[in-house]
């Protein structure tokens, strides 16, 4: 994630080195000690509401040494807090990156048989072993957000709390982008409003033997399916395969009941007038509680839901994200719009807009997502 201050030629010319034209990175910016000290300290002033300290921060904010001081510190905090937000997704979803916006090939590698075969004296080494390939398709796409501050709020020393909040901002909704691209393989989600009405039918479907059923989440329903993908067969060889580690993926509606399932050591069974004991075989499992199925689904049984996927980095990879290579943290610019002085010369981007005299900011995240192998995927929607 970047900040790049835009400032007219002088911003031009120093970009020689910068992802866009026209602007700067302040990650490239030579900064003394000191003058990162004193932003870091002016700002931090400013930000617990200091005596005098927005008054300091007005007048830091005329000089261009600390703009760009600023402008480090606040890509340093962005990006902490970017890495510090807590995330799931990746507990049930592969990665990969991308080198553009165009498809990039996901290759499933299947072969028909196993070991090798035996090879008598003096004879032809057989060469039957059947190999192929599933491919799949992952692209990105580039998600972003404008936020403005008015002029007059920044000379009345008012928009302090906006400056403060923006980091944060920015990086929990590039967080929240990457969940959405995540549970878009598992939910029907529509990109324009963020809203999914089902389950992603397109993935789990008849055609890839993975069709939703009505089983409610219970320790005997989770058995028989798990049971179930203990003999799944390979599509081309019709051989059983292992099974892949899997996770369990519920929304927070079910964590409850998940709890129920996995807390108990040993569970205890009658049968008639005999009761016997044994040990609990989900006390280990592997799941995961998405709050954002929650919010994005809308179906009746919503709440219900649940999902059984091979864990990331298995050898059955079902579900993916992509992002764009060297764009994989969010990025946040600052429009220089603001025209030029009549005797000529730059205008900071901070003295507001040429024509409403607002300061825009723009945070850009660039994420996709892909389903893949269907093989040991399932979902029910609780009844």
């Known amino acids: 994630m970047t900040i790049e201050l835009l400032s007219g030629d002088a911003a031009v010319e120093a970009a020689s080195d910068s992802d866009f034209s026209g602007t700067l990175n302040p990650r490239n910016f030579r900064i003394g000690e000191a003058s990162s000290t004193k932003a870091r300290k002016t700002l931090a002033e400013a930000f617990s509401n200091q005596w005098g300290a927005n008054v300091r921060l007005a007048e830091a904010f005329s000089t261009s040494d600390f703009k760009l001081a600023a402008a480090a510190e606040l890509d340093?905090?962005?990006l902490a807090q970017y890495d510090e937000l807590?995330?799931?997704?990746?507990?049930?979803?592969d990665t990969t990156t991308v080198r553009d916006f165009r498809p990039k090939r996901l290759v499933s590698r299947w072969r028909s048989t196993v070991g090798m075969a035996r090879v008598p004296e003096?004879?032809?080494?057989?060469?039957?072993?059947?190999?192929?390939?599933?491919?799949?398709?992952i692209m990105v796409a580039k998600y972003g957000r404008r936020f403005a501050i008015s002029w007059e709020a920044w000379l009345n020393n008012e928009a302090v709390g906006e400056l403060e909040d923006l980091p944060a901002e920015l990086a929990r909704q590039a967080r929240e982008t990457e969940m959405i691209a995540a549970a878009s393989n598992l939910l029907l989600v529509?990109?324009?409003?963020?809203v999914a009405t089902d389950v992603n039918t397109a993935f789990f479907k008849a055609g890839n033997n993975n069709a939703p059923t009505a089983l409610p989440l219970t320790r005997d329903n989770l058995k028989l399916v798990w049971d179930g993908m203990a003999t799944k067969k390979d599509p081309q060889s019709q051989k059983v395969i292992a099974r892949p580690e899997m996770v369990l993926v519920v929304p927070k509606a079910l964590e409850a009941t998940v709890l129920s399932i996995t807390n108990p050591t040993v569970i205890r069974k009658t049968s008639g007038t005999t009761q016997t004991e044994e040990s609990n075989e989900f006390s280990a499992l592997s799941y995961v509680v998405d709050p954002m199925l929650d919010y994005l689904n809308t179906h009746a049984n919503a709440a219900t839901t649940w999902f059984l996927v091979p864990k990331p980095r298995s050898v059955r990879p079902a579900l993916w994200v992509a992002k764009l290579a060297g764009h994989e943290q969010p990025d946040l610019r600052v429009k220089a719009d603001t025209g030029r002085k009549v005797g000529g010369g730059d205008i900071s981007a901070l003295e507001g807009s040429f024509e409403i005299d607002d300061i825009q900011y723009r945070g850009r995240h660039i994420v996709g997502n892909q389903q893949a192998d269907p093989l040991f995927t399932y979902?029910?929607?609780g009844a």
């Open 86 to 93: 807590p995330t799931v997704w990746d507990q049930y979803t």
């Open 76 to 78: 340093k905090e962005m």
């Open 379 to 381: 979902v029910s929607r």
């Open 190 to 194: 529509n990109p324009l409003t963020n």
């Open 122 to 137: 003096l004879t032809e080494y057989p060469a039957d072993d059947r190999r192929g390939a599933n491919e799949y398709a």
